[in-house]
């Protein structure tokens, strides 16, 4: 497919099945994709600037439409990367997008190249308008490893980029108004015991009986955290902790002598994962490590944080809410469950929500889609969105 020459534009439908066709899962480059954008653009006399990242494989990608100023304005945003199709049954290539009545298959094509398909497609429609505030367009790269990418285009507004007032993340919702997701946090615990042959046990520490304790602690740290945190607005209703990964051991007849586990947090609004930890480090100090030293000094228990996205509230009140329930002709918001990069924006003082094409039960699933109509929906949205931009 041509990238657009300048003052032409292409299909939100057009626009999407190109960008289904570069594959960025996000171990690949998004690359090819960032340049594919960045030409397009560039075709419709749009400059734009690509920041690469560290690792030399991806890239963010940031253009303004009108005006530009250090700050204000409005910012579309949504990431390039997308998970992985390896062992998921699908019907169709997930890489070529494939129409079939009304939905449209491919990878991604709801989370969210649908919504980026829609705001280069309304790229013309903005710059036929006298847009009083610029419309600034916003594409992140690893979104789906932890809503990092992001982070280091963020810690640019202000300085070498401009810092909109408002920021609408077209994350799947249908085109509903959500102002508040769980944050999530990552920990790794590592315990450090002492090796022994198995027919002497007391001789050892055995790490893997004590992360067995740990593990067993949390459920009760999650109990306790449940019953002071309490957020009626999310379901499920309070902070959550979940046990993913647990390694250790050598041999059948060795005690282990290490062990660690990788843990998580769902973070409500109000509550900081460091508690949890704090509390499991408490009670490593206080009924786990005076055993384990009696029998060895160097016997451990230690945790790290492996990442953070923060929760995310907007409420019914501030800017980008009110702004986005008048362009969508509602009046009622919501929460999800799943994490978004809102809460980058939040914590660098944007006024944030979430609104974008698609079901969020479709996302990473086998045989991915969107219904054409979600494209349509989003469009109108979008025309919405400049008109305001222009009063």
Known sequence: MPVARTGEGLSAKAILAKLINFDTTSDKTN???????????AGLGIESRMLPAENGIHTNLFATIGTT???GGIGLSGHMDVVPVTGQPWHTDPFTMVEIGSRLYGRGTADMKGFLACMLASVPYF??????????????????????????MIAEFGSSLPKPEIVI???????????????????????????????????????????ADLIGELKH??????KAYPAPRFAPPFPTITVSFIEGGIAHNIIPPRCSFQWGVRLTPGFDAAEAADALQAYAERELLPKMRAVHPDCAVTTELLGL???????????????????????????????????????????AVV??????????????????????NCMAFLSRVGDWAAM
């Open 31 to 41: 690359i090819p994709m960032a340049c594919w954008i960045r030409d397009y653009l």
């Open 69 to 71: 100023h250090t700050r």
């Open 127 to 152: 710059q036929a308008r006298s847009l009083r505030q610029p419309i600034h367009l916003i594409f992140s790269y690893d979104e789906e490893v932890g809503c990092t990418g992001v982070v280091p």
């Open 169 to 211: 993340v077209g994350e799947p919702s249908m085109m509903t108004v959500v102002d508040g997701h769980k944050g999530g946090a990552r920990f790794r615990t590592n315990v450090v015991g002492k090796d022994a042959h198995s027919s002497r046990p007391e001789l050892g520490v055995g790490s893997i009986f004590v992360a």
């Open 221 to 226: 740290i999650e109990a306790g955290i449940q």
């Open 309 to 351: 996205l923060p929760a995310f509230l907007s409420g019914e009140g501030s800017p980008a809410t009110s702004l986005a329930l008048k362009l969508a002709g509602q009046n009622a918001i919501h929460t999800v469950a799943y994490g978004t990069e809102a809460s980058h924006f939040q914590a660098a003082g944007c006024s």
């Open 355 to 376: 609104c974008g094409p698609g079901d969020i039960a479709q996302a990473h699933q086998p045989n991915e889609f969107i219904e054409a109509a979600e494209l349509d």
